[in-house]
């Protein structure tokens, strides 16, 4: 038996169980320790985001997916990409990639398609 929850990346182990990209449970089959680093703030319609540069984000015009893409590359792209949806074909729109300072950020793998898995956003301070 299993509890959902709302838990911070960094309390998710290998065999846990979090929701994809698709709306379906998917067990996580690796995960990265906390490291401290450079990170970027994804800003979206509905919040925001804080996450390193190579943190793979999906992006989608409607229904379409465009593809994965490091969060880096979203900070290169942003006047292609603002506006499309990231993360699932009805996730936020993407509004702005900015400079975040450092911070400690972790990763996980999961057995979905594309790897993928739900985050929820920060709304403080997003008018």
């Known amino acids: ?33 906390s490291q401290r680093m450079h990170l970027l703030k994804l800003v979206t319609d509905r919040g925001y985001v804080c996450c390193g540069y190579q943190h793979e984000w999906s992006i989608w015009s409607g229904n379409l997916p465009l593809g994965n893409f490091h969060a880096g590359e979203l900070a290169s792209l942003l006047d292609t990409l603002e506006g499309l949806h990231i993360g699932a074909e009805n996730g936020p729109k993407l509004v702005a990639v900015e400079e975040a300072g450092q911070g400690d950020a972790a990763c996980i793998t999961t057995d979905a398609k594309d790897h993928q898995f739900e985050i929820l956003l920060k709304t403080d301070g997003v008018t």
């Open 1 to 33: 038996m299993w509890e959902e929850k709302l838990s911070p990346i960094s309390d998710i182990r290998v065999g846990d169980m979090v929701m994809g990209s698709d709306g379906a449970w998917h067990a996580v089959v690796e995960t990265h320790a």
